[in-house]
């Protein structure tokens, strides 16, 4: 098993990065929304990358937990935004 822990420590190295990297392009984001006054959401483009990144799941019974995944990932980017929106407007 030490074999394929340490393929998943490496996978998580890789995905932790890329999380990293997710949240700070949201933040930058989220400064655009607030010089812009827009809000938060935007329903139909979190619609639009899930449909899309469910195109490139092809191991079908993988989807559901892929896309439960994304919603996930979606829910905190979102959490990381909004703070970063209120900072913003606590220093008005
Ligand atoms: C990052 C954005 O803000 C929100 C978060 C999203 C994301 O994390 O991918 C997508 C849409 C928005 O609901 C955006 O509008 O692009």
Do not use: C, W
């Not at 984001?29 to 935007?42: P, R, S, V, Y």
């Amino acid at each position: 098993m030490d074999k394929e822990r340490q393929k998943i420590d490496a996978i998580d190295q890789k995905l932790v990065a890329l999380l990293i990297e997710r949240l700070q392009v949201g933040e930058q984001i989220a400064q655009i929304k607030f010089e812009q006054k827009l809000g938060l959401t935007d329903i139909m483009r979190e619609k639009n990358l899930l449909d899309e990144l469910m195109t490139r799941v092809e191991d079908e019974h993988l989807r559901p937990y892929i896309k439960d995944l994304f919603r996930d990932i979606l829910l905190v980017s979102k959490q990381v935004q909004a703070k970063k929106i209120k900072a913003l407007q606590d220093t008005q």
